[in-house]
């Protein structure tokens, strides 16, 4: 009976150093083998960040805004008004405005202090020089063809009668023009109230007219070939803003 139970002891002693050194390898195993790295897929593309915007295409929009700021630049010095290089002002440059009845000081005060009517004055006294052409285009055609008179009777008529109200309005226009030009030499800050008070009015009933002139004339006109692209379009915009 003691033999059995140191037997026993005995084997339960062998099967526990067993595993001890089985779980000893184990671990000795798992120290000898280099831990598992992530590697990236070669096959997977690389992710390419997206640009908003290349350098190509920013160099482009920036030559686009220079040339355009360049063009309105020339175009507003060349084609509107000479500057006057110490003030940066707008100098008034003597115009033979044949069809407006007011004398040269009060051109030049209406451009100082009127400064719309006065491109109105302008663009009036262009639309009467239409005016003007057309009817004596109607009158060699009435002398070359005397039996068909009434057909060119007719059509003169319609443009004397709008030349007349263009007209009419406008030296409606000169005449508080010229009170305005007199109380200003006289009597400064009541001329400069009353260019205030008149200002807006008067160039109002000027576009008024205008507009209803140039839709009776506006047939006699070339018709212009807008340009196409940026620049070539701004400066067809600038072109018609200002002259």
Do not use: C
């Not at 003030?87 to 008034?92: D, G, N, P, V």
């Not at 160039?203 to 140039?214: G, V």
């Amino acid at each position: 009976m003691l033999g059995f139970g140191k037997k026993k002891k005995t084997a339960k002693k062998d099967k526990e150093k067993t595993a001890a050194s089985k779980k000893a390898e184990e671990t000795k195993k798992d120290k000898d083998e280099p831990e598992a790295q992530d590697t990236p897929d070669e096959k997977a593309p690389a992710k390419k960040k997206k640009k908003r915007f290349s350098k190509k295409r920013l160099l482009i929009i920036l030559l686009v805004l220079i040339a355009v700021g360049a063009s309105s630049y020339v175009v507003y010095t060349l084609y509107f008004t000479k500057k006057n290089p110490g003030s940066q002002k707008a100098t008034y440059t003597i115009l033979e405005l044949n069809h407006i009845n007011l004398p040269e000081e009060m051109l030049k005060f209406s451009f100082e202090y009127f400064p719309d009517l006065y491109a109105a004055m302008i663009t009036f006294n262009s639309e009467i020089n239409l005016f003007d052409n057309e009817i004596a285009r109607i009158d060699a055609i009435a002398q070359k063809y005397p039996d068909q008179k009434k057909i060119a009777a007719k059509e003169k008529k319609t443009w004397e009668k709008a030349k007349a109200a263009l007209q009419k309005v406008f030296l409606k226009i000169e005449k508080p023009v010229k009170a305005t030009y007199v109380l200003f030499r006289v009597n400064k800050d009541q001329g400069l109230a009353q260019i205030e008070d008149k200002n807006k009015e008067l160039t109002e009933l000027a576009q008024t007219a205008l507009t209803a002139a140039q839709e009776l004339t506006k047939k006699l006109k070339p018709i212009e070939n807008v340009p196409q692209g940026l620049i070539k379009g701004s400066i067809y915009k600038l072109k018609k803003k200002f002259l």
